[in-house]
């Protein structure tokens, strides 16, 4: 197959109705990436809008990523086909040393499988070198221990996970064997996302962390960039849409997505930002925040948009309502997952994640309690959330 033939395959990816939403076509169709910024002290520059590859469904769309300058790119064994989506688009293309592939400690298919912390050493350098295999490459640039804060109760209980022993002798023996370059940590909470990421920072072994930010709330986060920034540790931004509620929403023709990943940018600690790219439209869309200044406009679509969702964003990272909830129901995991049904389209990655859950919320379907919304600090009708997403993620009818 021609590299020509390869790229047609970019229409059934997006279709031309994608290419922007009304009034907006012009310019997102035109846009690409005008800003680079190096990773930390690694020597890697990254565009600073990037591409997460969640839903990746077609290798072509890499392949328009990479013509209009994206080259940094977010997946994972357990983000359904996405590896293997990522390395035919890595085969074909012949370019692996024009992009920056970044993939997580964790096991295929199904999400979430991050290896625990205690895990042997030859689990941690299996899944590395299965993710290799599925990506047709040698190497990865970026590997993470993901989702801290998602797997323990306490700050202590996922220190294990973050600085597992087994952990930090697997990856000095894989950046030896050429397999993977560098560290990274991420975290969207619920538990001590801050603490987390800082420790990491702290502990001399990472080199990247990408936490959750986004303009609705993340007061202590700017504490733990800082030190990044200082340290000289990689800051990329994920979960950069306040829960992207309304792709489409605008203010006097100013698009909300572009406002908000501008936001994200504007802070000198975040060297990119990762965000979920379904379509050549979504890709656009986002490309014309690249390079680009956070202005009054901007401001004033991110103010309308916190007012309309402020009273049904469940924040990411938060994590005020752990524990409170009598039956132990996992609440911000569980709306976190409502949040990928609803919002972003992963509703299959939303009902895997659910039906682990050690504490669902079929116990809210009955429950009178309102401990959980007591516990809110944002005043969510928090019980009803709970009962929709039960409703929505269980795979009973």
């Known amino acids: 197959m021609k590299r020509r033939d390869f790229l047609k395959g970019v229409a059934a990816a997006g279709g031309a109705a994608a290419l922007g939403l009304p009034g907006k076509s ?52 357990d983000y359904g086909k996405s590896e293997k989506v990522l390395g035919q688009a890595i085969k074909k293309l012949k370019k692996r040393d024009k992009m920056i592939i970044a993939s997580k400690f964790c096991n295929p298919p199904s999400y979430p499988a991050h290896l625990k912390a205690g895990s042997p050493k030859k689990e941690y350098i299996s899944v590395v070198e299965g993710s290799l295999s599925r990506l047709n490459t040698d190497y990865l640039d970026f590997c993470f221990v993901h989702a801290l ?68 709330k993340f007061p202590k986060l700017p504490d733990v960039i800082r030190e990044a920034k200082k340290r000289g540790v990689g800051v990329v931004a994920m979960k950069t849409l306040a829960g992207a509620k309304e792709s489409d929403f605008d203010s006097k023709g100013q698009s909300f997505a572009p406002a908000a990943l501008k936001w994200v940018l504007s802070h000198s600690e975040v060297d ?53 909830c009598p039956s132990g129901a996992g609440i911000a995991t569980i709306l976190r997952y409502q949040m990928y049904f609803e ?22 379907v009955s429950c009178e309690d309102d401990a959980c919304e007591k516990a809110c600090p944002y005043g969510l009708p928090v019980a009803s959330m709970l009962r929709r997403a039960h409703e929505d993620l269980s795979l009973k009818v």
Do not use: W
Request: aromatic share 8%.
């Open 149 to 216: 804060g998602e797997m323990g109760d306490t700050v202590e209980d996922e220190k294990k996970r973050l600085l597992d022993e087994n952990l930090l002798s697997a990856v000095d023996q894989l950046k030896k064997e050429g397999k993977i370059k560098y560290l990274a940590a991420s975290s969207h909470g619920p538990v001590n996302m801050e603490a987390l990421l800082m420790a990491a920072v702290k502990s001399g072994h990472y080199d990247m962390i990408m936490p959750a930010f986004n303009f609705m």
């Open 26 to 77: 012009a310019a997102a169709g035109k846009a690409s990436v005008k800003a680079y910024k190096e990773i930390g002290k690694t020597g890697l520059k990254m565009s600073d809008i990037s591409f997460g590859c969640g839903k990746l469904s077609s290798a072509s769309l890499i392949a328009r990523a990479m013509d209009r300058g994206i080259n940094y790119f977010d997946t994972a064994p």
């Open 343 to 364: 919002n972003y389209g992963m509703e299959k990655r939303a009902m895997e994640g659910y039906a682990k859950l050690d504490g669902n919320a079929e116990c809210c």
């Open 272 to 324: 990119g930002l990762v965000v979920t790219i379904k379509s050549v439209g979504d890709m656009g869309e986002y490309l014309q925040a690249s390079g680009k200044n956070l202005t009054k406009a901007d401001a004033e679509v991110l103010k309308k948009y916190e007012a309309k969702y402020s009273s049904s964003y469940c924040r990411t990272g938060c994590g005020e309502c752990v524990g409170s």
